[in-house]
């Protein structure tokens, strides 16, 4: 049973525009919620990441957008570059242990901004 | 500073045959984990150790794999014998000590079984 449902599964934006990204989570454990870039042939890397207790946080052009009640989540990334071009994952984690944690991660969005 | 490193890229083996991948974790980092990304689906955890002891490994998928973490600094995944399913990315990641602390991910292994 997948705990992070994520869509959609690709995603061609133009240059300049929004690009939205949507999760899901099963889990009301999960008190982190990151968002992942990839890069071809690099791992992914920690983009912007966001706790429960507030609903929206805001870097430079990327902004998550979080609604506890509905246990969703979205990446919204403003001014679309082509360098913004990757795999965008979402993930969810319980950081509330004391101890370090897994990611549970979503299926994936590939981004493609076109000029 | 270096980052996560793994070893090897890509790998293409046949079924029944064993393969051995390598991760070097960010020094320093006690917290080591592998996760698999299977074609198009998600990254899924496999394992994580603190120092040489695996804290959980409930992801591990079958006893064909085995990873150990000797000294605790790299770490190695075997699987023996490969299967077809066994084929995706195997991702390694590290962080320092607490929860909070971030992971970094290596660029990953892309095993192939034929």
């Known amino acids: 049973q997948q705990q992070v449902k994520q869509s959609p599964q690709s995603l061609i934006v133009q240059k300049g525009g929004i690009s939205i990204i949507n999760c899901a989570y099963e889990n009301t454990a999960f008190d982190y919620f990151p968002w992942y870039q990839q890069f071809p042939g690099k791992g992914p890397a920690l983009l912007i990441a966001?706790?429960?207790?507030?609903s929206e946080k805001k870097e430079g052009r990327f902004t998550i957008s979080f609604n506890k009640s509905a246990k969703q989540f979205s990446l919204h990334i403003m001014d679309s570059q082509p360098g913004d071009s990757a795999t965008y994952f979402c993930a969810a984690r319980v950081l509330n242990t004391g101890t370090a944690s897994k990611l549970t991660f979503g299926t994936g969005t590939r981004l493609q901004v076109t000029l | 500073e270096a980052g996560v490193t793994q070893f090897p890229s890509h790998s293409v083996i046949e079924k029944g045959q064993t393969v051995t991948l390598r991760c070097d974790p960010i020094?320093?980092?006690?917290?080591l984990y592998w996760y698999r990304r299977v074609m198009g689906k998600e990254i899924k955890f496999l394992l994580h150790?603190?120092?040489?002891?695996?804290?959980?490994e409930s992801g591990m998928p079958n006893n064909r794999f085995l990873a150990e973490r000797t000294g605790g600094t790299y770490s190695t995944l075997k699987v023996q014998p490969a299967e077809l399913e066994d084929s995706g990315v195997y991702f390694c990641?590290?962080?320092?000590?607490?929860?909070?602390?971030?992971?970094?991910f290596g660029p990953g292994t892309r095993l192939t079984v034929l």
């Open positions: 990641a590290s962080s320092q000590e607490y929860s909070y602390n971030e992971q970094f």
């Open positions: 020094s320093g980092h006690d917290n």
């Open positions: 150790f603190v120092k040489e002891s695996k804290q959980d």
């Open positions: 966001i706790r429960p207790d507030v």
